[in-house]
């Protein structure tokens, strides 16, 4: 019996058998290169949390530079920016905003979801040893290690990592003489990119298969819990959308290393040198980008849409409402998401002929998101909620997503666009749904989970303190964000002051900065609660929230083959407060109690 | 605890709306619409906000409700067992969408007129955007581009209030977004591509025109000024730039 980590005593007494030292060759098949989807999960978490606080800080530079412009940043001031006297330069502006979003979009919110609770959660959840193919499993994981260290080293080769937006718009991004800042930084910021999308791929193939081929007898499809089906549509949606980004990256790659000119039209010069042989077209970059870009948008939100569905059907003891809808709603979502992507180009210079049918589509795609909204209501309408951390973070997804969903309606509207595209407006819509929304979901899922992770409860009072701290800084931060772009105010601006128009808006500025350094601060308070609890929190049992799915009914951590018995599944995963048992829960594996099938079709 | 978090909820839709409400009272709003279909957009974007604020704050409040009501400490009760009910679940889609339709046809005129029907004249001015500035072009008194006579100036246009005047957009080197916050006008700048806009501007003064696209690390400083004037002032501007420039010009030397 292999091991999994931490505080499996299986593990250790295995170890122990075995002599003293562990080979070398055992610990890294174990806790390093393992075929373990436990093992793999948890390296995708850390991974990714470590690349959270990278993103992070990075953003609160751009915040610094929005509320003191051009002034000497306290503490690491003269550490980074010695030759400029401590102030942030506009180069490094246009870099840090840049890689803020890609490290938060591509290393943090996608891995963290798919690759670290999917990998987790998915074989769990639906009774399965592992993953079907561990070694792809494996490689889904190592292949994000080129990535990491593309973006690492782009920081430090000259002219500092990409600078042309998260988006990566050619020309800009493909011509060496438009943005000499960022010159092979730009390069690396390709390669990360494709690695990202190999490690996608690897793993999206892998959900889809094991979800369909593994599932314990009785786990019907629609038995499943929510959170498998947001990680099964969500893998369709990246296998269907991610050639279609590695192709143009690789493009993109073309152009700016042997020449080509897909992206670059006829005749261009730039800074005074001639550039690319012509013919390209720029907005062909943005087709293809956002083919990718916009369902990765439902990519980085599906799967925590179906954690917080379980989180608030378990904390509001009472079955989900509209189990069913919610299903048809993810993958009406899903469908709609690969018709709407030319909403991100209403201004590009796309006709606008093709702007109006992008316009119906994409307001049409706000109605699966408030069936989703109006069901997960009704979940919690007669219920008997219990206030636990991780069900605080799951009902603050749904009052902040509400925000991000209504918000996005105003972007929908393409003569509303004209005037907010590319202000703050956009900056609070995606904040209020990729922070507001899927964050808060994957720290939902985090106190969630984190007993069967480790077999060790977390602080439930500082886990309620740092969801207090972080829900009001988090607003504070990014609901003046709305105000800001119904004022024009754009985004990427290193000094957004020099217009008049834009002057009244320093202060509120300076607020949302010393919100954001609070919403930061928070986050060590996560981070200590993680540490502490992994080496000295209570040991839990194996179903410490009293919930039904199947991951509860293994042991906490749970060893290599998950299971210590065959589940077989009796019913779905949402039976709180049934009147056949005399719990309030009734866990899937449990055998049928008379009168059952009865109810089953009531 | 369950009072003290059911709270912290409802915070959202009062302070929520409380900003929407005070922000403006202070300035921080849209700012002054001094063209002739800037109401159109305005008119939508108060439409959307009524529309939204009226859902938000249901959806808030129900949230905080049954948060404060059904906190398992303080109310006796059992769960309701129910998995749902299909008539509410048709309501709730059949509503919604009725809602969200209406809300795509209710702005495709909008859209049309500031986008789509472009009137048929030629440009006033030519704008090319580069890094890191907005090079303007007028057609000078034979009212032609590409001629000699061709006026030229540098992030300082100058347009003619109470008439339609085309635009074309075009960009030299990277993407830049030719934005005028007070005129409700934003399009990007293509290179290789010509895109016409038009806008009658209803009021004199100078306004700022933003660049609105990423365009390199310069992007920040990339700051115009369109001076609107009436017609006299205009073409006065029009003639004395036309004297600087012959001025300055060389010679001139047979066509060929
Ligand atoms: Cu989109
Ligand atoms: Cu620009």
């Known amino acids: 019996m292999a091991a999994i980590p931490h505080a499996h005593d299986d593990a250790h007494a295995h170890a122990h058998e075995h002599g003293r030292e562990m080979s070398l060759g055992k610990f890294l098949t174990t806790y390093v290169f393992s075929f373990d989807h436990k093992v793999i999960g948890l390296q995708f978490l850390f991974s990714t949390l470590i690349w959270f606080s990278v993103g992070g800080l990075l953003a609160l530079g751009v915040r610094w530079q929005l509320a003191w412009p051009w002034t000497k940043m306290p503490i690491v001031g003269d550490l980074f920016f010695s030759s400029t006297g401590g102030q942030i330069s506009p180069e490094f502006y246009t870099m840090l905003f840049t890689m803020h979003a890609s490290i938060m979009i591509f290393f943090v919110i996608i891995p963290i979801l798919a690759g670290a609770f999917g990998n987790f959660l998915i074989p769990l959840m639906i009774g399965a040893e592992d993953m079907a193919f561990p070694v792809l499993n494996m490689m889904s994981y190592w292949f994000m290690w080129p990535a990491f260290l593309c973006m690492i080293a782009s920081f430090f080769v000259e002219g500092g990592a990409s600078a042309a937006g998260w988006t990566g718009y050619p020309p800009l991004s493909s011509v060496h003489s438009a943005a000499p800042a960022s010159h092979t930084g730009q390069t690396l910021w390709v390669m990360g990119l494709i690695f990202v999308g190999v490690s996608s791929m690897m793993g999206s193939v892998n959900y889809m298969t094991t979800i369909i081929q593994m599932r314990a007898p009785g786990m019907t499809m629609f038995r499943m819990p929510m959170t498998i089906w947001g990680m099964f549509i969500t893998a369709i949606l990246q296998a269907f959308a991610l050639p279609v980004l590695t192709a143009a990256l690789f493009m993109q790659l073309m152009d700016r290393t042997i020449g080509t000119s897909y992206f670059i039209p006829e005749g261009l010069i730039v800074n005074g040198a001639p550039a690319g042989s012509g013919g390209g077209q720029p907005l062909l970059w943005q087709h293809l980008f956002w083919f990718y870009s916009h369902p990765a948008v439902y990519i980085m939100i599906l799967p925590a849409m179906g954690m917080v569905s379980d989180m608030i059907s378990t904390f509001a003891r009472k079955p989900l409402f509209g189990y069913k809808p919610m299903i048809y709603s993810i993958a009406g979502i899903a469908g709609l998401g690969f018709i709407v992507w030319g909403h991100h180009m209403f201004m590009s210079g796309m006709s606008p002929w093709l702007g109006t049918t992008f316009m119906v589509s994409t307001i049409m795609i706000a109605l699966p998101s408030a069936i989703k909204v109006f069901n997960w209501l009704a979940t919690i309408w007669a219920a008997r909620i219990q206030y636990t951390t991780a069900m605080l973070f799951a009902l603050s997804f749904v009052s902040l997503f509400i925000i991000g969903g209504l918000s996005g309606i105003f972007m929908a509207a393409t003569p509303v666009d004209i005037f907010i595209h590319d202000t703050y407006f956009i900056v609070a819509h995606i904040h209020y749904v990729l922070f507001g929304g899927s964050a808060m979901g994957i720290f939902g899922g985090i106190y969630f989970w984190f007993p069967k992770m480790f077999g060790r409860m977390m602080n439930e009072f500082w886990g309620k303190v740092h969801f207090f701290l972080t829900f009001i800084f988090f607003n504070g931060t990014f609901y003046p964000m709305h105000i800001l772009g119904a004022a024009g105010f754009p985004r990427r601006l290193a000094d957004p002051y020099h217009y008049e128009t834009f002057q009244h808006l320093l202060p509120m500025n300076q607020f949302i900065t010393v919100c954001a350094i609070g919403m930061g601060a928070s986050q060590i308070i996560l981070a200590a609660n993680m540490i502490y609890s992994l080496l000295k929190g209570p040991k839990c049992g194996r179903n410490p929230w009293h919930a039904n799915s199947l991951e509860w009914t293994a042991p906490s951590p749970p060893g290599h083959g998950n299971f210590d018995f065959q589940p077989v599944v009796y019913r779905g995963p949402y039976e709180y407060a049934s009147p056949l048992v005399d719990d309030d829960y009734f866990p899937q594996t449990r055998p049928p109690v008379e009168g059952e099938d009865k109810l089953a079709h009531h | ?256």
Request: with cysteine; net charge negative; hydrophobic share 45%.
């Open chain 2, 1 to 256: 605890m369950g009072k003290v978090w059911s709270l912290l909820f409802l915070m959202v839709p009062v302070l929520g709306v409380g900003v929407f409400l005070v922000a403006p009272a202070y300035g921080h709003w849209l700012p002054k619409d001094v063209s002739a279909h800037g109401h159109m957009i305005d008119h939508l974007f108060n439409f959307i906000l009524w529309l939204t604020g009226g859902v938000f704050v249901a959806t808030e409040i129900a949230l905080f409700w049954f948060m404060w009501k059904y906190d398992a400490k303080r109310n006796p009760q059992a769960a309701k067992f129910t998995h749902g009910s299909h008539n509410v679940e048709v309501a709730w889609t059949l509503l919604p969408a009725a809602t969200l339709l209406f809300i795509a046809i209710y702005q495709m005129n909008a859209w049309a007129q500031v986008k789509i029907f472009k009137p048929d004249m030629p440009a006033t001015v030519e704008v090319t955007a580069r890094q890191f500035e907005w090079r303007i072009r007028y057609p000078g008194p034979d009212g032609k581009f590409d001629t000699r006579d061709d006026l030229f100036t540098v992030n300082d246009m100058h347009l003619p209030v109470g008439e339609t005047v085309l635009i074309d957009l075009k960009s030299a080197d990277v993407l830049h977004s030719f934005f005028l916050p007070h005129m409700r006008m934003k399009q990007d700048a293509v290179p290789g591509s010509k895109i016409p806009m038009w806008v009658k501007i209803k009021e004199e003064g100078m306004y700022d025109l933003v660049c609105a696209e990423l365009c390199g690390w310069g992007h920040y400083k990339m700051k115009g000024r369109v001076t609107a004037q009436s017609r006299e002032d205009f073409d006065q501007w029009l003639a004395q730039l036309q004297a600087e420039q012959e001025r300055t010009q060389e010679p001139e030397k047979p066509e060929e």
